[in-house]
């Protein structure tokens, strides 16, 4: 494990920033304590907070920057608005370095906070997440078997 460290959250809005996304921001270099958070604040809602692997952090040698953020908007022609969908994703993205119990969290985190600030929201159409989810997915599905019968 890296010392460097990983915050999701949703963005904020401002006028700079108009559209709803989550947002994963890591960090590439060390600065004050007091600085970095204050930074975070800036720029995002965090709900939760992990250090990098090894492998995330060498990409961060090469970077002169002191954070990358990774957004997933909602409004997204893939997403069309739908949390289930963008939290899938998100969990994807992090697929290779994350473990499933931790990605599990996150997603439970982001989920909580996004309801919270949103009462009244509903899946857009609660069939596209599964649609896209088994589009998308690496995993190979079985062929379904029909039955037809002849009368």
Known sequence: MSNLRVWYGWAKLNKIRKREAISV????????????DGFIRKMQNTVYVRYQTDEEAKDAVSKSRMFTEYNIFMDDKAIRNSLDFALWENSEADANNVSANERAVIEAKL???YMSAHRQYKEPDPNFAMIQIRKFSNEKQ??????????
């Open 111 to 113: 989920r909580a906070a």
């Open 25 to 36: 921001i890591f960090e590439n270099g060390k600065q004050s304590s007091e600085r970095t």
């Open 142 to 151: 079985e062929p379904v078997q029909l039955k037809i019968s002849f009368v």
